[in-house]
């Protein structure tokens, strides 16, 4: 999406890339979504929520490192690259880990796609002078009913100190929404910023291994393997790359209505693959958000609409 005038033609030449960044982002959030699976049979075989966060780091970051020190940084300054990699890198996933030592795992099937699909369209309008678009004012109420029929029941569930967990789920779900603002107010391509994210946060992994410890990884490391493999390279490596390159190609609000597809599908897998229950109200509820998720992404802007100069920078190739 490179060299876009103020007024776009009648052959629009951002539709490819939107639906190839689209294509990409929903492979993301199958990535992403198979995060439930796995991690709920890593669980159940001896790991807990840290061994997975340091199998994510300990495999995906010094790939990341490798292709960020070919790369570069492409003029990014270092506490930049420390502000993207603390929002979606792995302090992110040790607040999510946080969040539910008070709230049951199905709060964060709502509360953390829903905190990320709320706070991008408005952090995209004060930080890029982004106005949400018909199509994303339209997909996020379709969203946020999907998501409340999945696991809207379960915010009614749980014990005194749930509200903290909450809080925490939603913080971050905001923490992913400015992820992706800054990553475009900055002009970050995707594929550096996946980059920058799993080469900086290396860094806990001795801090990890300090506190924590190997964990369960040395008596269970069958699952050890099957862990990393997924975490660190499919849902860590490959599909952090897909959604940052979408984000970057689509923008933060039309990016921001990916993630609530992850539970959706999180729900279709489990099963699929598990064989868990699934509930008539729910089943609608997949469909509703994926219903909105395609109005939100693939909505035409308005053929006349005027392109903010913070948005108009390549998605690189």
């Not at 790939?63 to 890198?89: C, H, N, T, Y």
């Not at 040395?218 to 959604?243: D, F, M």
């Not at 392109?307 to 920078?313: D, G």
Request: glycine share 14%; with cysteine.
């Amino acid at each position: 999406m490179q060299g876009e005038a103020c007024c776009a033609p009648m052959t629009d030449p951002r539709e490819k890339p939107d639906r190839a960044a689209i294509i990409g982002g929903v492979l993301a959030m199958m990535m992403f979504s198979g995060n439930f699976v796995s991690s709920r049979h890593g669980l159940g075989n001896g790991l807990s929520v840290a061994d997975l966060v340091l199998l994510r780091y300990i495999v995906a970051g010094p790939l990341f490192l490798v292709l960020l020190l070919r790369i570069g940084m492409g003029g990014l300054a270092i506490w930049r690259g420390v502000v993207l990699a603390v929002l979606g890198g792995a302090p992110y996933f040790l607040l999510t880990a946080a969040a539910l030592e008070f709230a049951p795992a199905t709060h964060a099937a709502v509360l953390n796609p829903g905190g990320t699909m709320v706070c991008a369209p408005i952090l995209g309008w004060l930080i890029l002078r982004d106005r949400p678009g018909l199509g994303v004012r339209l997909g996020l109420p379709i969203l946020g009913a999907g998501l409340l029929m999945i696991g809207g029941a379960s915010l009614l569930e749980g014990g005194d100190r749930t509200w903290i967990g909450d809080l925490l789920l939603f913080w971050s779900g905001f923490n992913w929404a400015l992820y992706g603002v800054l990553m475009r107010r900055w002009r970050v391509s995707g594929l550096r910023t996946a980059c920058i994210m799993g080469a900086f946060s290396l860094a806990w992994v001795p801090v990890h291994l300090a506190v924590f410890g190997l964990g369960g990884v040395p008596q269970n490391p069958g699952e050890a393997v099957i862990q990393a493999s997924y975490q660190g390279l499919v849902a860590g490596g490959l599909g952090v790359i897909l959604y940052s390159r979408a984000v970057a190609a689509l923008g933060p609000a039309r990016g921001a209505l990916l993630p609530p597809l992850v539970p959706a599908l999180g729900t279709f897998w489990a099963w699929l693959i598990l064989g868990e229950e699934v509930t008539p109200l729910q089943a609608a509820g997949m469909v509703t958000v994926i219903a909105g998720m395609l109005v939100g992404a693939l909505w035409r802007r308005e053929t006349h609409e005027t392109i903010p100069r913070a948005s108009r920078h390549s998605a690189e190739t």
